[in-house]
């Protein structure tokens, strides 16, 4: 939290995602104290992820809904406005429409809680319907809600790919055959629903310093401020270069992050 405050950043987003990566765990940590640590260094928390398995209980040995509804609620006391998830791997064999069929029979029990917490649910682009063509909008009509959103990952649609937590340890789970997708067609037509972004850039699979790789990170801006996008650009690497490099990648990131909403704001 200090490096990302020296680095001149507003905001802070955590993860609780089990073994894999728990910054917090809301389970265990005390939410207030969460907040109130952030604040000591002059940071809001902008966002927790709590990405699980909606599809299938398909290799996991967690209550998918209880977990998600818990971290709406931890989000709530800890005064965090949204809260990130994924749909999960639809494993082969299964047709999309009884995998939408279980992710629609576990939201109808996790957005009443959201809806009673004022804490949104957030669905990144991170999964095999997801970073598919007209996924995130299928996923979005199961269940009606202005509760229900999209967290974009500007990188996760042309790596076409996700880690998953197995026995084995994390694997990409979706495989090479996944068609991949172009960041701004995932983007365009649910735009709308966006209310958190991970603003991240990759050069394959491997995520790199902002402006270094291969997303098209201003066209994505140019389609949330055309849509009346308001809410905060969550700059993300995946912890795979030195404490070092990613200080500097941090600094670089944000540069990058200002003068692409200033060439922005002067075009417009």
């Known amino acids: 939290m200090g490096w990302i405050s020296e680095g001149g950043f507003e905001y802070i987003e955590l993860e609780a995602n089990l073994h894999w990566c728990n910054h917090a765990d809301p389970r265990r940590d005390d939410p207030v104290r969460m907040k109130e640590k952030a604040a000591r260094f002059g940071l809001r928390i902008s966002s927790v992820g709590s990405h699980r398995e909606l599809i299938t209980d398909e290799e996991v040995n967690y209550d998918a809904v209880e977990d998600i509804r818990n971290a709406i609620r931890w989000a709530r006391e800890a005064g965090i406005p949204i809260v990130v998830t994924g749909e999960g791997r639809k494993p082969k064999g299964m047709t999309e429409e009884v995998a939408l069929a279980n992710i629609k029979k576990r939201l109808e029990k996790i957005l ?38 999209v967290n974009f990952d500007t990188a996760n649609p042309r790596r076409g790919n996700f880690m998953h937590p197995t026995s084995k340890g994390l694997e990409w789970m979706l495989g090479d055959a996944l068609p991949q997708s172009d960041e701004i067609t995932l983007l365009t037509p649910i735009a709308n629903h966006v209310r958190n972004v991970h603003f991240k850039d990759v050069v394959g699979k491997d995520a790199v310093c902002l402006g270094h790789g291969q997303v098209n990170l201003k066209g994505c801006l140019r389609v949330l401020y055309q849509n009346g996008f308001e809410g ?18 941090m600094r670089e990131s944000r540069q990058f992050m200002i003068q692409a909403l200033q060439e922005m704001s002067a075009k417009s």
């Open 112 to 149: 009443p809680v959201a809806e009673e917490c004022k804490v949104l649910l957030c669905f990144e682009p991170h999964g095999s319907l997801s970073l598919s063509p007209g996924g995130l909008g299928k996923i979005l009509s199961l269940v009606p809600s202005k509760w229900v959103g």
């Open 232 to 249: 905060v650009l969550s700059w993300q690497t995946e912890g795979f270069q030195t404490a070092q490099e990613t200080r500097a990648w």
